[in-house]
């Protein structure tokens, strides 16, 4: 089932804000502001945020298009950061207001799983002694590296 459902494209609800500037560079937010339901059934205004800056260094040697080029990547990691959220907490993100909703996936009926047959013979698969890399995986929840912390 799809996470995200909504009219236009995920990019459309962002807000961009620069930061007062610091001896180490500009300072940018992206913020995603959300209606979600509280332990008591009332929705409030909540909000999804990802920091970047530009150096100093990175300003004068790509000029004007440091600020767009580094705009473009962080919007880019942050739309995986939210798809990744809302798989990792099975949620769905979705509304036609200009202010989406958040809900958990429980409450939409999901459809029956069903796979498609195969032309090829079911081949009996060994159970595969479990790597080091799915060790801290739980169901279908994705990992997100400590290194992509967005504050960093």
Known sequence: ???????RALVDYFAFAETTPTRNGRRFMISLPYFSNGMSGDAHLD?????????????????EAAIA???AQATERFRRHIE???Q???QRLHGEDPIPRVDPLDSVASPPVTTPATSAAAVPV???????????V?????EWP??????G
């Open 1 to 7: 089932m799809a996470h995200i459902e909504l009219p």
């Open 146 to 151: 400590a290194d992509r912390v967005a504050n």
């Open 88 to 90: 990792n907490t099975r």
């Open 69 to 71: 080029t580094v705009r």
């Open 126 to 136: 060994a159970p595969v002694a479990e790597s080091k890399a799915d060790s801290n």
């Open 84 to 86: 990744r959220w809302l």
């Open 47 to 63: 909000r999804l945020q990802w920091w970047y800056h530009v150096s100093p260094e990175q300003e004068r040697q790509m000029g």
């Open 138 to 142: 739980v169901g279908d929840v994705v």
